[in-house]
């Protein structure tokens, strides 16, 4: 069997705009580049999912220079890019396939933001067969992304929240929510 992938998604400059809000987990990129080098020194599978946006002026955007990598994952050569300009890692790119053909079924995903687009690519994943592992304090979450008020009246969630929301949502359903810790006790 093939080792575990792990998909880094969407680690890119653009997060670092102000546009987004305050965010919780500041250690998030640091855990993801834990992850990433205990993968790298055991020789399994690492992919990089980057988000390019089709919106001008996008934070996302190739324009602004919010599609670069952060230095704590860029990515090496021989290892897989995709990108994409939807939520879901899925949508649009070879990664299915290139999965598919390497023979791996496990998943480990981190990056950002939590309730986006590791979300949606943590659902398209299990319900395309895969089993995932969440790195849950690889992964984070901005208050910008509650600034729609679906519900008048109430309080904006913080980003701890809307994380903590969104991990829920995942564990036990379409993955299993563990810390880099644990992950790497378990690395390949």
């Avoid at 988000?51 to 955007?61: D, F, I, M």
């Avoid at 230095?71 to 897989?80: L, W």
């Amino acid at each position: 069997m093939t080792a575990a992938a792990l998909i880094l998604i969407d680690i890119q400059t653009g997060f670092d705009a102000p546009v987004w809000g305050p965010r919780n987990n500041p250690g998030a990129e640091a855990n993801a580049g834990r992850l990433l080098a205990r993968w790298r020194e055991a020789g399994a599978p690492v992919i990089h999912i980057r988000h390019v946006s089709r919106e001008p002026q996008s934070p996302l955007g190739p324009e602004t220079g919010g599609t670069a990598f952060k230095p704590e994952v860029a990515p090496r050569p021989g290892e897989a890019i995709f990108e994409k300009s939807v939520n879901s890692a899925f949508i649009g790119t070879g990664l299915e396939d290139h999965l598919r053909e390497a023979g791996i079924d496990q998943l480990v995903i981190c990056g950002l933001t939590t309730p986006h687009c590791v979300s949606t690519t943590v659902r398209m994943a299990a319900n395309l067969g895969f089993s995932v592992r969440l790195a849950h304090d690889a992964c984070a979450s901005f208050a910008a992304n509650a600034r729609t008020d679906w519900a008048a009246g109430m309080a904006p969630l913080s980003a701890e929240e809307i994380h903590r929301g969104a991990v829920s949502h995942l564990h036990g359903e379409f993955a299993t929510a563990l810390s880099t810790a644990s992950l790497l006790a378990d690395a390949p």
